[in-house]
C-alpha cells in the first residue's frame, strides 16, 4: 500500500542554518505530495504541494521537489529562524482517492 | 484563517463521562475526517465521512462514534471516557477533485 518514510527528529538548528527534512514515499502511479506544519497547540496547516514528477513547491521560503526517480520530497529552507519551530509531516495522495497518507512528522526547533 | 471549526479546544472531563467534540466548516466540503494525534506527533485516522449520511471507519479502531447528518457538521461523540481516550483530536476537511486537506485547531482531551 501507499506510504510515506519521512527522517526522525528532533532536529534541532540554530537560527540561519540550513534545513533539510527528508521524506520518501512508495506508492503507484503519480501522487500529488504535500507538506504539513503543526505549530504547538495548532492544527495543521498545508506548507506546500506538488501535484506532478520535477514539480517544486514553495511557501515562506520553504521548497521541495518532486522526484519521481528517487520518490523522494525533500523539505528545504536556505536560513530558518525561531518562528519556524514547528512539527512537519510529509503526505501523499493517490489519485482516485484524495485521502492522504502521512509520515510520523519530525519536530523542528530552532534556537537564537 | 481557518475556515473549519472544533470545540472545545481543552476539555478535562471523568471517566465515564459521556462527550462530544464539535467539528464545523464553512466552506461546502464534503469530505470530513478525524484524526488521533499520539503524544509522538503520529496522526491515526480514526473516522472519515465522504458526505451525508455516509461515515466510515479509519486505520486506527477506536471506540468513539461519529454523525454527518449536515455537510458542515462533523461531531466526534464518546459514550463512556476513559483514560486512554486522553489525546489530540484533529478534524478536517477536503473537496472532491481538490488534493488537501483542511484542518481545525483540535481538541485537547484529558480524561481523569
Known amino acids: 500500500g501507499n506510504s510515506v518514510t519521512q527522517m526522525e527528529g528532533p532536529v534541532t538548528l540554530s537560527e540561519e542554518a540550513f534545513l533539510t527534512i527528508n521524506c520518501t514515499y512508495t506508492?503507484?502511479?503519480?501522487?500529488?505530495l504535500f507538506w504539513y506544519v503543526q505549530y504547538p497547540g495548532e492544527g495543521l496547516q498545508l506548507l506546500l504541494k506538488?501535484?506532478?514528477?520535477?514539480d517544486k513547491g514553495s511557501n515562506k521560503g520553504f521548497e521541495a521537489t518532486y522526484r519521481k526517480e528517487t520518490t523522494s520530497f525533500h523539505l528545504e529552507k536556505g536560513s530558518v529562524q525561531v518562528s519556524d519551530s514547528a512539527v512537519y509531516f510529509c503526505a501523499l495522495a493517490q489519485g482516485g482517492s484524495e485521502k492522504l497518507v502521512f509520515g510520523k512528522g519530525t519536530k523542528l526547533t530552532v534556537n537564537p | 484563517e481557518a475556515d473549519i471549526y472544533q470545540t472545545p479546544r481543552y476539555l478535562v472531563i471523568g471517566t465515564g463521562k459521556k462527550i462530544t467534540l464539535e467539528c464545523s466548516q464553512t466552506?461546502?466540503?464534503?469530505?470530513m475526517y478525524w484524526y488521533q494525534q499520539d503524544p509522538g506527533m503520529e496522526l491515526h485516522l480514526i473516522h472519515y465521512s465522504y458526505g451525508v449520511n455516509s461515515t466510515e471507519k479509519g486505520d486506527l479502531s477506536s471506540e468513539s462514534t461519529v454523525s454527518r447528518i449536515r455537510t458542515e457538521h462533523f461531531p466526534l461523540t464518546l459514550e463512556s471516557a476513559r483514560p486512554s481516550h486522553t489525546s489530540q483530536y484533529l478534524c478536517?476537511?477536503?473537496?472532491?477533485?481538490?488534493?488537501?486537506?483542511?484542518f481545525g485547531s483540535g481538541t485537547r482531551l484529558t480524561v481523569v
Open positions: 506508492a503507484t502511479g503519480y501522487p500529488s
Open positions: 478536517a476537511s477536503s473537496r472532491t477533485g481538490y488534493y488537501g486537506y483542511t
Open positions: 506538488a501535484t506532478k514528477a520535477d
Open positions: 466552506m461546502g466540503h464534503d469530505k
